[in-house]
């Protein structure tokens, strides 16, 4: 069954760091794209941070420099790197892979981001 679980989501002031962490399921990470998105209260779902099946990393501008996406292929997980958090991070953060043709979501993880 493919699941997608994510952790390490938490309330971190202005600044800070968090890394959430994106534990997949029923699927190899290695060989589908993976992806985060982040929805925040009152606004659209939007795309974050993507790696591809060959290593290579993306991220939206809004972040570029202080969010890092990676890879574990042995822990079959993938991270999300947030450094110097801003307040207009906060959101609801999600995985996402399109794993043979479905589309797949975590349940996301909340991160807050307040002094």
């Known amino acids: 069954q493919v699941q997608l679980v994510e952790s390490g989501g938490g309330l971190v002031q202005p600044g800070g760091s968090l890394r959430l962490s994106c534990a997949a399921s029923?699927?190899?990470?290695?060989?589908?794209?993976m992806n985060w998105y982040r929805q925040a209260p009152g606004k659209e779902r939007e795309w974050v941070a993507s790696?591809?099946?060959?290593?290579?990393?993306n991220a939206a501008d809004s972040v570029k420099g202080r969010f890092t996406i990676s890879r574990d292929n042995y822990k079959n997980t993938v991270y999300l790197q947030m450094n110097s958090l801003k307040a207009e991070d906060t959101a609801v953060y999600y995985c996402?892979?399109?794993?043979?043709?479905?589309?797949?979501w975590g349940q996301g993880t909340q991160v807050t981001v307040s002094p």
């Open positions: 790696i591809t099946t060959g290593g290579s990393t």
């Open positions: 029923g699927f190899t990470v290695s060989t589908y794209p």
């Open positions: 996402f892979a399109v794993v043979v043709g479905v589309r797949r």
